[in-house]
């Protein structure tokens, strides 16, 4: 029988009518509120956390507000900027905002460079071997992130694939050093994000229109030169799409540099994760993941703002 | 096509070669090592499939892989159903009120760290608990709550361009036929965004089953999903259990892939067949 001449569905329906509530505003109100709750929401109380005092209690911090007396009046705020101040005065807050920024954009711009070319081949290949090309570098992404950056250890230690194979071939008599090092960390970053820059570049490139570069070279334009003033400028936005998705996890990214990376390593993501689990200490690293929020808004919003230009371009 | 810029296809394999060595070489590592007797994980000591054997008398292992596993149903579950309706509201039902909104609550989880995701909902979790006495501490519900809020924008991500590139003439004309919304959706839409409902599924259920870092922070002591136990393991250096773990997980989700694929593909065809032999009907009826 047809859902819509059940009578009890219609009167539900007309019923949930009568309160505005039709089955269209059902369906944005339902994964509005739950994000809304689970993802808005916990900001809000990261930033009311992070300026409050730390005690010892579970959960380990005061209350923001307190009712001295039974009064209205006898309420009292106890705002605590301390967390901010502490982060500001000791060094190794800002040195770590600072590497972890300077890591996380030279390993971006190691991906567009390695991703680049492999987009732009994968958009040139014949129709028929592109959606396999495709498929094999969206199916990494499929497999455990934490297990491929694990393989790493098992390749860049000392008594590793890399140091056994160079020595067992006689280049080098000593293992060269190449886990817990900064090159891993980036090894790492480039070698987990790549599918991430690779596919906006791809997407990118695959609708470019190729006439013009038939143009250029029928004008007798050389085709490093096409590239260059052709295909790179025509494919900025996959470019700065790819990017911020390579830049804004990696400022904050905490496995990588924990299995591959030095002990001493200062990357935000590490600082936060260590202030929280090792020192219990909520609002100090509230405070630190309000500070990382507050710089990554800024590439969080070009990166909607691209995204949201190119969806209308396309329409 | 004119020669200019073909003949320089060598220069495009040899991208593709490295490209795809630097993807697939570690992975590949992580196998061949699975099946190596030796404890060294990279000193090669034969073949031998022992450590498959320890991985299955490993109650840890085992325990936190039925926990994931769990999570991981519920979660891709959930995260479709509310990443379907986000998405078909981005796409199908123009300017609402809240729309900017919806589109950046989406958005915003596919690229925050996830020390940040993770913080924020662990202290949502314990000022609800306060408020309202829920959750009562911390485990498997609020590791499900957690990843459905990450995983719901992968898939409203895929639902929503699926939907703008689908012919709306098809749901017009339904409607144009006296079909509610309700039973468009259904009867029509539902089955076109299939495959994109299956990849959002297979998408969030991966995701789930290999998150760490959000899991770590709304876990309570009791309840340790795999990547949780494996990491612990890993932390200590290389272990040849782990890679055989590895192993088998790598050929589940491939094999998941592929398995798909073909299915979403030979759907694909009959569908463009299906629609072929009915435009070709309309055709006949005309003439």
């Known amino acids: 029988m047809p859902m819509h001449k059940l009578p009890f569905v219609t009167s539900i329906h007309s019923l949930l009518a009568r309160f505005g509530l039709t089955g269209r505003?059902?369906?944005?109100?339902?994964?509005?509120?739950?994000?809304?709750?689970?993802?808005?929401?916990?900001?809000?109380?990261?930033?009311?956390?992070?300026?409050?005092?730390?005690?010892?209690?579970?959960?380990?911090?005061?209350?923001?507000?307190?009712?001295?007396?039974?009064?209205?009046s006898d309420i009292r705020l106890h705002i605590n900027p301390g967390n901010y101040l502490y982060l500001w005065e000791d060094s190794l807050y800002v040195r770590a905002v600072i590497n972890s920024l300077k890591v996380a954009a030279i390993s971006t711009l190691f991906a567009l460079l390695i991703g680049y070319p492999i987009a732009y081949s994968i958009?040139?290949?014949?129709?028929?071997?592109?959606?396999?090309?495709?498929?094999?570098?969206?199916?990494?992404?499929?497999?455990?992130?934490?297990?491929?950056?694990?393989?790493?250890?098992?390749?860049?230690?000392?008594?590793?694939?890399?140091?056994?194979?160079?020595?067992?071939?006689?280049?080098?008599?000593?293992?060269?050093?190449?886990?817990?090092?900064?090159?891993?960390?980036?090894?790492?970053?480039?070698?987990?994000?790549?599918p991430f820059m690779i596919m906006p570049l791809y997407a990118n490139l695959e609708k470019m229109d190729l006439t013009l570069l038939e143009a250029a070279a029928d004008l007798g334009c050389k085709p490093w030169r096409a590239f260059m003033t052709i295909t790179l400028p025509l494919s900025m936005s996959g470019i700065r799409a790819g990017c911020m998705l390579v830049f804004i996890p990696a400022v904050g990214e905490y496995v990588i540099p924990s299995l591959l990376g030095p002990p001493e390593s200062l990357m935000i993501g590490k600082v936060l994760w260590t202030e929280f689990f090792n020192n219990r200490a909520w609002p100090v690293a509230s405070a630190v993941a309000i500070a990382l929020l507050l710089l990554l808004v800024l590439p969080i919003v070009y990166l909607q703002r691209s995204q949201a230009r190119d969806a209308e371009g396309a329409a | 096509m004119s020669k200019g810029f073909n003949d320089r296809s060598w220069l495009r394999i040899s991208a593709l070669a490295f490209g795809f060595a630097f993807l697939y070489v570690p992975i590949l590592s992580l196998i061949v090592y699975?099946?190596?007797?030796?404890?060294?994980?990279?000193?090669?000591?034969?073949?031998?499939?022992?450590?498959?054997?320890?991985?299955?008398?490993?109650?840890?292992?085992?325990?936190?892989?039925?926990?994931?596993?769990?999570?991981?149903?519920?979660?891709?579950?959930?995260?479709?159903?509310?990443?379907?309706?986000?998405?078909?509201?981005?796409a199908r039902f123009g300017k609402f009120r809240g729309r900017t909104m919806l589109t950046t609550m989406t958005t915003a989880p596919l690229v925050m760290p996830e020390v940040i995701t993770g913080l924020s909902l662990l202290m949502m979790f314990v000022a609800l608990e306060q408020l309202i006495g829920w959750p009562e501490g911390r485990g498997m519900t609020t590791i499900t709550i957690a990843h459905i809020t990450l995983t719901l924008s992968y898939v409203t991500v895929i639902v929503q361009s699926r939907m703008a590139s689908l012919d709306i003439s098809l749901e017009e004309a339904a409607m144009d036929l006296g079909a509610r919304p309700a039973k468009v959706f259904f009867l029509v839409t539902l089955p076109i965004i299939a495959p994109a409902l299956l990849s959002g599924w297979l998408l969030s259920f991966t995701i789930s089953l290999d998150d760490l870092v959000i899991t770590s922070f709304v876990a309570g002591p009791g309840a340790s999903t795999l990547p949780m136990v494996i990491f612990s393991k890993v932390r200590l250096g290389v272990s040849p259990d782990i890679n055989a773990l590895a192993t088998i997980m790598i050929s589940l989700v491939t094999i998941g892939v592929i398995v798909a694929g073909v299915v979403m593909a030979r759907q694909q065809r009959h569908r463009e067949r299906d629609m072929q032999l009915a435009i070709a009907g309309l055709k006949d009826e005309k003439t």
């Open chain 1, 123 to 194: 958009a040139r290949a014949k129709a028929t071997t592109r959606s396999i090309l495709l498929m094999l570098v969206i199916l990494p992404f499929w497999t455990s992130f934490l297990l491929r950056v694990y393989a790493w250890i098992g390749i860049l230690k000392n008594n590793g694939l890399i140091n056994n194979f160079l020595m067992w071939a006689g280049v080098i008599h000593e293992p060269i050093v190449m886990l817990q090092t900064d090159f891993a960390i980036y090894l790492g970053i480039v070698y987990s994000y790549l």
């Open chain 2, 34 to 90: 699975s099946f190596n007797k030796s404890r060294l994980v990279t000193v090669w000591g034969g073949f031998s499939t022992e450590w498959y054997g320890k991985l299955f008398d490993n109650d840890q292992i085992l325990q936190a892989a039925w926990l994931s596993l769990r999570v991981a149903a519920i979660n891709a579950t959930g995260a479709t159903i509310l990443g379907t309706c986000a998405g078909m509201a981005l």
């Open chain 1, 25 to 72: 505003a059902a369906v944005i109100a339902v994964p509005y509120v739950w994000l809304l709750l689970f993802f808005l929401i916990p900001f809000v109380i990261v930033l009311k956390i992070s300026f409050s005092e730390t005690a010892i209690a579970m959960p380990p911090y005061q209350p923001l507000v307190q009712w001295v007396g039974d009064r209205w």
